[in-house]
């Protein structure tokens, strides 16, 4: 098993930039892919980005593709997510999530996770 720790939210001006981090308990952090997905009220919870076990094999939403950038310290067992240019419809609970896995294939879909943080909040003022 695996817990789950975000931080690094807060309120940001449109256009300005945070950096989610993502803490992960156990020896195993390296044998688990790794998502962020985000939640605005009254919305369902939404992909974000993931990474796979080793970092290789990326993948983005297309409303952050450009702006976010995840990215993984195996050594610290920590998952970051880079918001650049942020828009106040980026605007959301940020979740960290995990599965374990040594495949190449990153996971979308919130079913596809066994693990969950409690979320950071994420506000960007227009």
């Known amino acids: 098993q695996v817990q789950l720790v975000e931080s690094g939210g807060g309120l940001v001006q449109a256009g300005g930039s945070l950096r989610l981090s993502c803490a992960a308990s156990?020896?195993?952090?390296?044998?688990?892919?790794m998502g962020w997905f985000r939640q605005a009220p009254g919305k369902e919870r939404e992909f974000v980005a993931a990474?796979?076990?080793?970092?290789?094999?990326?993948y983005y939403a297309d409303s952050v593709k450009g702006r976010f950038t995840i990215s993984r310290d195996n050594a610290k067992n920590t998952v970051y997510l880079q918001m650049s240019s942020l828009k106040p419809e980026d605007t959301a609970v940020y979740y960290c999530?995990?599965?374990?896995?040594?495949?190449?294939?990153?996971?979308?879909?919130?079913?596809?996770?066994?693990?969950w943080g409690q979320g950071t909040q994420v506000t960007v003022s227009s």
């Open positions: 999530a995990a599965e374990r896995s040594l495949d190449t294939r990153v996971r979308v879909t919130t079913s596809e996770y066994d693990y």
């Open positions: 156990g020896r195993t952090f390296s044998s688990y892919t």
């Open positions: 990474l796979n076990w080793n970092g290789r094999s990326t």
